[in-house]
């Protein structure tokens, strides 16, 4: 529970006691990166997460094989994974094939990932904003009649690289249209890591102003400009208790060649434990398991928390 019991836990008023981390390094980081992992390496990966505590672990995507290289074998993954009591294991499904597959695989959660600019929109999906909602309407209204959890991403939440700052009303009537379709899950992506935590805060006095409960907002925050840690806490301090992170910050940044990308699981259990705030994981188990997913992609973790950490876990 304590980081590093030398150095103490020190609460912060106005904070969560518990936090949940939805770990993202399977599909969001494994997908980001150049190496592909082996699928019994992935399915031992998770096996992992889960021993080191994890609830939440986003586990693949259900998108046509040639979309992405990295997450081909969806099936063959799940296909090997034995799903443990009290853990979800979201995937990721684009269209209603992608849902089919999934269901017939036993998952039980999902997510879509819209976009809330035209040019990521574009590039990410090859469709307008709206022309990708309406895609993912049918998707989470079957997902929800069959019982299942339907997470929508809001990616390019604060800035784009093509359009620059993202103005919040238009983030506002993505994330209002995927609560209207049925999602019970929002995740606020801060997809190239520019925002800062005025900005954090802005959005989601927005959203409160708009009807979306806090307790249904997720956030997911890069590291590319160091900011990851401060929004993380902005957000927290609004009232957020789910935070994605990526288990040895796994993903680097596709916009940004060779700068941090996902926030690192570690980093944030580091502050999250040093505050007294529960999260369930064994950072000693958590930070031997980057390491050896460091070796199997032959490049050192982009996490500070595992770099300190290495060789003591
Ligand atoms: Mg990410």
């Known amino acids: ?27 969001d980081g494994l997908q980001n990166e150049s190496a592909v992992v082996p699928v019994e ?6 096996e992992r997460l889960v021993d080191a505590g994890h609830t939440s672990i986003e586990v693949t995507s259900f998108v046509p094989a040639n979309w992405i290289p990295q ?28 849902l089919d597959r999934a269901l017939a695989l036993g998952v039980r959660d999902v997510a879509v990932f819209a976009s809330a600019t035209e040019s990521f929109a574009q590039r990410n999906l090859n ?13 989470v209204a079957r997902a929800r009649k069959e019982g299942l959890g339907v997470r929508g991403y809001v990616s390019m939440c604060f800035g784009d690289p093509w359009e620059g700052e993202v103005p919040i009303p238009q983030v506002v009537a993505v994330a209002r249209r995927l609560m209207e379709f049925g999602c019970t899950e929002l995740s606020l992506g801060d997809t190239i890591g520019v925002a800062t ?26 590291d590319t ?26 993903g680097g940044c596709p916009y940004a060649k060779s700068a941090t990308g996902n926030l690192a699981t570690e980093d944030l259990v580091w502050q999250l434990h040093g505050l007294g705030i529960e999260t369930g994981i064994d950072l000693g188990k958590l930070v031997a398991t980057s390491q050896w997913m460091a070796g199997i992609l032959g490049r050192p973790s982009p996490s500070r928390t595992v770099t300190a950490l290495a060789g003591s876990a």
């Open 197 to 222: 935590p005025g900005q954090v805060v802005a959005l989601l006095d927005a959203l409160g102003e708009a009807g979306t409960p806090v307790d249904r907002i997720a956030v997911h925050f890069h």
């Open 71 to 98: 997450l081909a074998d969806a099936e063959q993954l799940l296909e090997r994974l034995t799903f443990s009591a009290g853990v979800r294991y979201p995937a990721l499904v684009p269209n209603l094939r992608g």
């Open 225 to 250: 400009y160091g900011q990851a840690l401060a929004n993380t806490l902005a957000a927290l301090r609004h009232g957020v208790t789910t935070v994605d992170a990526s288990a040895g910050g796994l």
């Open 127 to 139: 469709r307008t904003v709206d022309e990708s909602l309406l895609m993912f309407e049918p998707v």
């Open 41 to 46: 390496a992935k399915a031992q990966f998770i």
């Open 1 to 27: 529970m304590v980081p590093d019991p030398r150095y103490g836990v020190t609460p912060l008023t106005g904070l969560p006691s518990r936090v949940t981390i939805h770990e993202v390094g399977p599909r």
